[in-house]
């Protein structure tokens, strides 16, 4: 399988910058050097701690902003030396859907208005075309066309986030983010929106990128897991591999931290203390090793390189190092 993301070394340092004089003194060092691949007609599940860098990840690989460093390959072309009038091609192809469809859809449009500007935007003015497609995505996303003569405020949770999902793919992109799609929305609406994204992603051959904290739908809807902690990918594989056999200790206690996993795959129980270090002043060496039960000498001077253990397996920990 191609990949249609190649995310090389990417930095995303904040300047933090003193409120009386102006002078930058320190950064908040929300990405780390991270390496990413997403493969062609993957979903790939984002998972992680708040403030762990999953959203400045999906922000960075889109260009909403710009990373310190680093390489963003899309379909091998580095998105981050491209013009405005390419990003704008780009943004075609590449879409996001926000966490909240509470705040982003524009109150005062009609659902036609908003389904329509994407195209206003890219200079499509052609109104039967325009008419036609919105019909088209109404229906995809198991609505009725009466919808569009409404505002969003007429709607719940669930259907505004529908609508927020149609406006993401009434382009056709290849790409999607889907920014905690879920989270915002009740547990009975959840399995609705994820089915939709399921089927929308056979429908059109939709790439994903699902940043999550629920380990529960990330297991149910991606083909891979990569998990983040202070702006790291710490573990990647493929979501069996993920629950059954991980070998980074975050990773365990994540899976213990939420009842997901049934007897299927028995894990030891882990309980983090302590809070999620500051990205403004990270620990050095290994940045989880202040958390870590198994930490280790060598852990709190070095830092871990994430390596392959087996075959699409991926590990950033000494511990599996010395395993091996």
Excluded at 27 to 42: P, Q
Aim: proline share 5%; net charge neutral.
């Amino acid at each position: 399988m191609n990949n249609l993301f190649e995310i090389k070394k990417l930095n995303m340092h904040y300047p933090v910058v003193d409120g009386l004089i102006g002078n930058i003194k320190g950064y908040v060092y929300a990405l780390n050097n991270v390496d990413l691949d997403i493969k062609e007609n993957e979903i790939l599940g984002l998972v992680g701690e708040s403030g762990s860098g999953k959203s400045t990840l999906g922000n960075c690989i889109l260009k909403l902003i710009t990373p310190t460093s680093g390489e963003v390959y899309f379909n091998n072309e580095d998105i981050l030396l491209k013009s405005k009038k390419e990003l704008k091609e780009f943004r075609k192809k590449a879409q996001l859907i926000f966490q909240n469809p509470y705040m982003s859809l524009d109150p005062r449009m009609k659902i036609y208005e908003i389904l329509k500007e994407p195209f206003i935007v890219n200079g499509i003015k052609d109104k039967k075309v325009i008419d036609e497609k919105i019909k088209k995505i109404v229906e995809l996303i198991g609505m009725q066309e009466e919808i569009l003569q409404r505002y969003p405020h007429e709607f719940s949770g669930g259907q505004r986030q529908r609508i927020a999902i149609a406006r993401a793919i009434i382009l056709n992109p290849q790409f999607v983010v889907a920014d905690e799609p879920v989270s915002a929305l009740d547990v009975s609406i959840q399995a609705q929106i994820v089915n939709l994204l399921l089927d929308l992603k056979k429908h059109l051959n939709l790439t994903m990128l699902f940043i999550s904290h629920d380990l529960s739908v990330v297991k149910y809807i991606s083909d891979r897991i990569a998990v983040m902690y202070l702006g790291e990918i710490v573990e990647i594989c493929a979501k069996e591999e993920l629950f059954c056999n991980h070998k980074h200790p975050y990773t365990e206690a994540l899976l213990n931290a939420v009842p997901i996993v049934s007897n299927e795959c028995k894990t030891k129980k882990i309980i983090l203390s302590g809070d999620l270090p500051s990205p403004q002043n990270p620990p050095k060496g290994c940045k989880f090793h202040t958390r870590c039960p198994y930490v280790m000498p060598k852990c709190k001077i070095e830092h871990p390189e994430l390596k392959e253990t087996t075959s699409g397996h991926c590990v950033r920990c000494f511990l599996v190092e010395n395993n091996t």
